[in-house]
């Protein structure tokens, strides 16, 4: 079965950055990235997850929250099936754990991948 994984995650100081990766694990024909969104969640403990950004398909749409707007960049590589967040001048609020996402265009729930998370951790 497909997994995504993530790696990246870190301790760095307030205004530095890192990059996170997210690849996939598993038989590679099962997973064909082109048909998936491909999104980065973030979580604190008690809060819910939420959406930090997102990119529909290759050369499509972009989203971003509010909050990381300006200072993170998400891409893509369908061919080689890996998704990376781009993170600078990190802030203790971008604290969290990260995780990666594909959901099908379809949006049926039961094609929907998570990864495991990766903490990223911002010291002031």
Known sequence: QVQLVESGG?????????????????PPSGFHMSNYAMSWYRQI?????E???RNTRLYGPTDYADSVKGR???????????VTLQMNDLTPEDTAVYYCNARH?????????????????VSS
């Open 10 to 26: 870190g301790l760095v100081q307030s205004g530095g950055s890192l990059q996170l990766s997210c690849t996939t694990s598993g």
């Open 45 to 49: 403990p008690e809060k819910e997850r």
């Open 51 to 53: 959406l930090v950004a």
């Open 72 to 82: 993170f960049t998400i891409s893509r590589d369908d061919v080689r099936g890996t």
């Open 105 to 121: 265009w379809t949006n049926d729930e039961r094609k929907t991948l998570w990864g495991q998370g990766t903490q990223v951790t």
